[in-house]
């Protein structure tokens, strides 16, 4: 960063911080407001773009330990004063740093330009280093400093099981060639994975960008995901929910596991099966078996009478009683 700049940006002020803010804080507020600045979610916002080129900024020179020490330096002797200005004219105290030139350029201030300035606070290990005005060597920067290489995004299309289990994948770059993505364990639909460093390089030695990969997750006939655990709807049979049974469900990638569905079991209910659903590094789900009682389509007469006698000895209770009740309110 030009040095210049530094005398009317107040970075703290920028980050909103205090000028003792340690750098845990630091980093915690800068996080803070680049996930709310950060060009993916600007989307177009040319404000927000330029704020989070602003909190870049300051962030790049206050978690910088030299840097930030050089920018408080800096930003102390501007502080009340006028920038650089001839003697008698209100300089403050830059005057003290012009008249040492002055005495050794035999009192004229004229003399003293940038570069005799700067090269002063260099000498023997100083802050600023040896380089010119403006120049990134040492401890300055063009302007804004290295420039980051642009982001490159890339998307991929997986199978439900595959983003449950996670698994390394092969996809080709804008180059033609080809890099590895690791898909980690319960990706979900939507979900961007950030390659850092993997994107274009800058084009003067800063950082390069990072590859964003975009995930899209096919949907499975049979199971759906929330969160971590997977549901799955599973038929049961009208005696099998009135008197109860002992059923198989299956399960994702294994083998089926046994539920027992106790008498009088209505559809809609779930059955939990632990630990059987999405397996993470943050945890793993479980998996919800939800009843779904059966109407068959189809009755030869023998069915049908066997029906028409329990329809005569089932209990005389209206199902829709309560329904009707609550409307009514």
């Known amino acids: 960063m030009a040095s210049q700049d530094w005398f009317d ?5 920028v980050l909103g ?8 804080d630091l980093k915690k507020t800068y996080r803070k407001l680049a996930r709310t600045y950060h060009p993916d979610q600007a989307q177009g916002d040319a404000a927000k773009e330029a704020k989070f080129k602003e909190i870049s900024e300051a962030y790049s020179v206050l978690s910088d330990k030299e840097q930030r020490e050089e ?7 501007g502080s009340g004063s006028a920038r650089f200005q001839a003697p008698g004219a209100g300089s403050g105290g ?31 290990g100083g802050a600023f280093g040896s380089g ?7 401890g300055f920067r063009g302007y804004g400093g290295p420039q980051r290489g642009a982001d490159v995004t890339a998307r991929t299309t997986l199978d439900f099981q595959t983003a449950v289990r996670g698994e390394t994948i092969t996809l080709a770059g804008e180059d033609g060639k080809p890099f590895k993505v ?11 994975i950030r390659l850092r460093g993997r994107g274009r390089p800058s084009p003067d030695g800063g950082e390069a960008g990072d590859i964003v990969v975009s995930v899209t997750v096919r949907p499975h006939p049979v199971f759906t995901r929330e969160g971590l655990n997977l549901r799955v709807t599973v038929p049961v049979t009208f005696t099998e929910a ?7 469900v299956p399960t994702l990638g294994g083998e089926p596991v046994k539920l027992r569905v106790a008498p009088g079991t209505p559809s809609g209910r779930v059955l939990r099966v632990k630990g059987r659903g999405v397996a993470t590094s ?39 009683a309560d329904l009707m009740s609550k409307a009514r309110e």
């Open 182 to 192: 690791k898909i980690p364990a319960g990706v979900a639909d939507g979900q961007k």
């Open 17 to 24: 911080v205090s000028k003792d803010v340690s750098d845990a």
């Open 71 to 77: 920018y408080d330096q800096i930003r102390a002797m």
């Open 282 to 320: 943050k945890g793993t789900g479980d998996l919800l078996a939800e009843v779904q009682v059966a109407v068959p389509a189809h009755l030869d007469d023998k069915a049908r009478e066997a029906l028409a006698r329990f329809h005569d000895l089932e209990p005389k209770e209206n199902p829709r």
């Open 242 to 248: 009135a008197l109860g049974a002992t059923i198989e």
């Open 132 to 138: 010119r005005f403006g120049q990134p060597t040492g």
């Open 94 to 124: 830059f005057e003290d740093v012009f008249s040492r030139f002055g005495q050794s350029r035999g009192g004229s201030y004229q003399s003293a330009d940038f570069d005799d300035l700067f090269s002063m606070f260099g000498q023997d």
């Open 9 to 13: 940006k107040d970075f703290y002020k």
